[in-house]
């Protein structure tokens, strides 16, 4: 019941965010999940085959959005209504995502490779029934960049709520003896930064994935935990970090890290920045066996560009500490020159993995691609903003989701049941489901709404939904909820807690004039958010009635994802659902 009430509540987001003026240009792309056997990992499908594509429009500024546009467009163009892979109908689309790739500033021999990959896996593939070329063709593409970042196509999954340990796992110490972990890398790559950043999400947000594995023992297999496929509700390590600044080099480094253990409560161990940095790190050590810290992070020096001194010095901390891991902090602006920083840093040092920074910025995407399938180490984290928790663990299946413009639907949950308990998303599920959804509960879901990531967060997520949206649309939406909500401010809490009296109460107008001009807008503006409020009540109302029908299987969830577009897309797919008789289509 838990996962349930956790959808819902993010569906509820999803409709208050945007039913108003974004979901309604695309409610005719709606997509849904397509499932396939059981023999073969679950894609949500690819629906650029059935958008208007346009050169001219401006991308949200995010990762992937240009590359995930490319391929989206050539693959609709040159596989629409095949009924078979064949060598002269496979050979335009991957002769434009070569391009893509190669635009996206992807390595060109991890190009090359991905490219003979998914030719050798689509080649001579009658298409199935019930897909489309184009979706087998994203499938193949899905499964080889899957592979290429280090995760595993042939790997089963029991359904779009669970995930497989991630790389970003790393080695546990215990009390009196911590485990080790070099942060290395050249500066400006945003290292200091990681290394707050990753303290914090060692304090509070690292799964212990032994614990999960002794419940999964236990538990009874015909009532699963639903607990355990959300990253979020899953038990947590909480580990006692100590930082150690070793970097005496750049001004100020020192002090900047122990400005973030200060904003991030971990402890931060300095000396002068006379001292040499082996001899700082020993003391720091001897510090963390003596009080009880089970792991430490080392803040090591960076250059401007590799060289011998530096290389000498980081041989030297990981020899005298024995570091478990050591990771190479990438800026993922710098494109495919991250895979090649990766690997020189791994020939001369040996790294166990890289966290690649600032993939919240324009990069293209070709960092995340090239990084393992040139240096063979894997991404373990990224930085996907400047605040000290936006640091993630690096899921390949959800990237490659990503970067095929599918979005990461499972992120968006995980993000959506960080936020709400499970009370307050069974307390949403029944006032939308009664229609007494009031104005109240649209504040609450609009601030939730803003801390998954707003707008722009939420759009990039969204299966199908990212690439159609540009930056002026997203501003006209966050323009337009603005205003609603300084209209509800101005509202009586008796009005919040009551929107009949705002449309079918006598005094309905005369409230209205006075909230619009309480709160600066005009009358149309007060009558215009009236009704949209009416339509979403109404929308949410229908949909959860229709979620109340289904069951726990994959069949239900489809039936979720379907709920959110059209009027037409429902009753299409409550007849899709009333029709079965058992199989079912997808990708074999």
Known sequence: MTQIAVWASLLVTLDVTLAFGIVSPLSQRSCSFVSSNPAQQLLPQHCRSQSSSSSSSVGLSMMFDQLSQAIGDSISKTLARKKKMTEQSIKPALRDVRRALLDADVNVDVADTLIEGVRKRSLGKEVLEGVSAEQQFIKAMYDELL????????????????????????????AGNPTVILLAGLQGAGKTTAAGKLALYLKEREVDYDAVAAMEETEDPNEPNQELKLASRMPKRERKVLMIAADVYRPAAIKQLQVLGERVGVEVYAQSAEDKPLDIVNNGIKKAKEEGFDTVIVDTAGRQVIDVDLMNELKGLKKATKAAETLLIVDAMTGQEAASLTAAFDNAVGISGAILTKMDGDSRGGAAVSVRGVSGKPIKFVGTGEKTEDLEPFYPDRMASRILGMGDVVSLVEKAAAQVTDAEALAMQEKMRDASFD???????????????????????????????????????????????AMICSMTKKERQNPELLIKSPTARSRLIRITAGSGMMMEDGQKFISEFQRMRTMMSRMQKQMSGAGADMEDEEAMMGAMGNRATRRSAKKKKKGRTGGGGGFG
Do not use: Y
């Not at 592979?147 to 215990?174: H, I, K, N, R």
């Open 147 to 174: 592979d290429m970042m280090g995760g595993d196509s042939a790997e089963a999954t029991a359904g779009p709520g669970m995930s497989a340990v991630p790389a970003a796992t790393l080695a546990a110490g215990q």
């Open 439 to 485: 104005f109240e509960d649209f504040l609450k879901q609009s601030e939730l709404a803003t801390n998954m990531g707003g707008m722009a967060g939420i759009a990039k997520m969204m299966p199908g939904i990212g690439g159609q949206l540009n930056m002026n649309q997203i501003r006209e939406v966050e323009a337009r909820l603005k205003k609603n909500k």
